[in-house]
């Protein structure tokens, strides 16, 4: 999910999805269907929707800009937002060496290497099912092949600044432990017309949320490009999505925010895949210690400055 999607396309909640281990082939993209549109309604709000619920209290008239602004950023959104170096701030000598102090260092977590070993463009192509699976989904150019390169620190997954590059479901191998599968982006792409004929039509992500939750599929949302937003503005689009899944039987309720550019969020994320898949304890020995210690040890760095400025 891009987090960078202008307040007038406000009503288009670019994402990035990342299911829990599921049948690959449960995955309906290639191979010409019937319209989902025709078969179900949208299940979610419209991110407009959404604003206009929570602030109900708003003037009649008042633009989504103000209604947004409205909005109240979650505290501990916001002190998760500087710890992970995600979202940005007016640029100042004070404010970027606060901003710097303030990021919680990292406690190094490594996904397996990744390997190619299969494309597919329909379900007979499928590679057989022998190891628990992740899939990333979403709309065109929201960042979900170079999400999966900084995960697994690889280059193997193409990017492009062009939406629409990856064309096929692309099979990668995490070591022996699970499989990583970037799919094809929705919406707009650069491609032959007769290729875009044998494709679904999915245009917005309320459809394809509505489709993951028709046919009972776990996913959870990953906010791409946090650092390109102001930190309050992230807090108050993380605030909107997490009211908008409230509808969702299938959706998890944790949404991760990450940065390919700064690396912040990522691993969290990494942490989170290693568990769905079942490696966490091959993984991840030793790392919960590690990072009540590091967070200590930050929260000790913390006290220190504060008690300094006070004596100023």
């Known amino acids: 999910m891009s987090a960078r ?9 670019s994402g990035t999805l990342c299911p829990p281990p599921i049948r690959a082939s449960t995955f309906l993209y290639s191979t010409k ?17 959404t604003l206009h619920k929570l602030t109900k209290a708003a003037p009649e008239g008042t633009s989504n800009r103000r209604r947004f602004m409205m909005i109240k950023p979650d505290p501990k959104t916001l002190k998760f937002l500087d710890e992970q170096d995600l979202g940005t701030v007016k640029v100042t000598r004070f404010l970027r060496n606060t ?6 260092p ?52 193409r990017v492009s600044d062009k939406p ?13 432990d699970f499989h990583l599968i970037d799919m094809p982006g929705y919406g707009f792409a650069f491609a032959k017309d ?40 992230l807090a108050r689009r993380h605030l909107l999505l997490s009211e908008a899944i409230k509808k969702s039987s299938s959706c998890v309720d944790r949404i991760f925010m990450v940065s390919a550019k700064t690396g ?21 020995g030793g790392i919960k210690k590690e990072e009540h210690i590091a967070r200590i040890r930050h929260e000790e760095r913390l006290e220190k400055r504060m008690k300094r ?3 100023r």
Request: glycine fraction near 6%; proline fraction near 5%; charged fraction near 25%.
């Open 164 to 176: 629409g590059l990856t064309q096929q479901l692309n099979f990668y191998a995490a070591g022996r």
């Open 106 to 157: 990292p406690v190094d977590i490594r996904l397996p290497f990744m390997n190619f070993f299969a494309g597919a463009e329909t379900p007979a192509s499928f590679p057989k099912e022998i190891l628990p699976g992740i899939a990333f989904v979403g709309r065109s150019n929201v960042g979900k092949s170079t999400l999966l390169n900084i995960l697994c620190e690889s280059t193997m997954a």
């Open 194 to 233: 007769e290729k875009k004929e044998t494709w679904v039509p999915l245009h917005v992500d309320q459809e394809f949320l509505t489709l993951l939750d028709k046919i009972k599929i776990k996913y959870q949302l990953v906010m791409t490009k946090c650092d390109l937003v102001h930190r309050e503005d």
């Open 33 to 49: 269907t019937t319209d989902p549109e025709k078969n179900y309604k949208y299940k979610f709000d419209t991110a407009v929707q």
């Open 99 to 104: 901003k710097k102090f303030e990021i919680l």
């Open 264 to 284: 912040g969020g990522m691993n969290l994320l990494r942490k989170e895949i290693l568990h769905i898949v079942g490696a966490g304890k091959k993984y991840l």
């Open 309 to 311: 400025r006070q004596k």
């Open 5 to 13: 999607a202008p307040i007038r396309h406000f009503n288009q909640i």
